[in-house]
């Protein structure tokens, strides 16, 4: 029962660090912009290069895949869906919104590839180094890697073969 409620605040302490990395990326973009421009509201331009702004900072700061920014008509759409006070611009509150739900693909995508990571994969090495043991020649060798390291190993190489197909 213990463990079970250890995943769940597990899970929520990854939510809060999603806000909080989402927050502090549009904060920053949403600064700079409002440094270069004077205003604390943003155009559709001027949110079209922050969008390109928090993509670049999300590519640098995610693991996994660099993922593509979205169309200037999506970013036209979204943009609509966000403003709040429909005045044609965006503040600081509603940019958050913005980009919350622009975001929101890029880091279901970059959950799955944690959970591969993280999960399957020092399962799939346990597994193999199990079903190994007993081969001739090549058990021996396997039993005398400790599990830990063939553990690791293995994950290595399943995130390598992961990069590689997203990459593909």
């Known amino acids: 029962m213990g463990q079970?409620?250890?995943?769940i605040q597990d899970i929520g302490a990854g939510k809060e660090w999603k806000e909080r990395q989402i927050r502090?990326?549009?904060d920053?973009?949403?600064?700079?912009?409002?440094?270069?421009?004077?205003?604390?509201?943003l155009t559709f331009e001027e949110l079209y290069i922050a969008v390109?702004?928090?993509?670049?900072?999300?590519?640098?700061r995610l693991p996994g895949p660099?993922?593509?920014p979205p169309t200037r008509e999506q970013v036209r759409s979204l943009m609509q869906e966000s403003d709040?006070?429909?005045?044609?611009?965006?503040?600081?509150?509603?940019?958050?919104?913005?980009?919350r739900r622009m975001t929101k693909d890029?880091?279901?995508?970059?959950?799955?590839?944690?959970?591969?990571?993280?999960a399957v994969a020092p399962t799939v090495a346990l597994l193999t180094k199990r079903s190994t043991e007993n081969v001739p020649g090549v058990g021996k060798v396997v039993q005398k890697v400790p599990t830990s390291v063939y553990a690791s190993l293995?994950?290595?190489?399943?995130?390598?073969?992961?990069q590689g197909v997203e990459r593909a």
């Not at 920053?28 to 509201?41: H, L, M, P």
């Open 4 to 7: 079970i409620l250890e995943k």
């Open 84 to 99: 709040l006070n429909l005045d044609g611009e965006l503040d600081r509150e509603e940019f958050v919104k913005f980009i």
């Open 24 to 26: 502090l990326i549009s």
């Open 106 to 118: 890029t880091f279901i995508t970059v959950s799955q590839g944690l959970i591969v990571a993280l």
């Open 154 to 162: 293995v994950t290595l190489v399943i995130v390598a073969f992961q």
């Open 66 to 68: 660099h993922f593509d």
């Open 28 to 41: 920053k973009v949403f600064e700079r912009v409002k440094r270069d421009t004077g205003k604390a509201t």
């Open 52 to 60: 390109l702004l928090v993509f670049n900072d999300l590519n640098k």
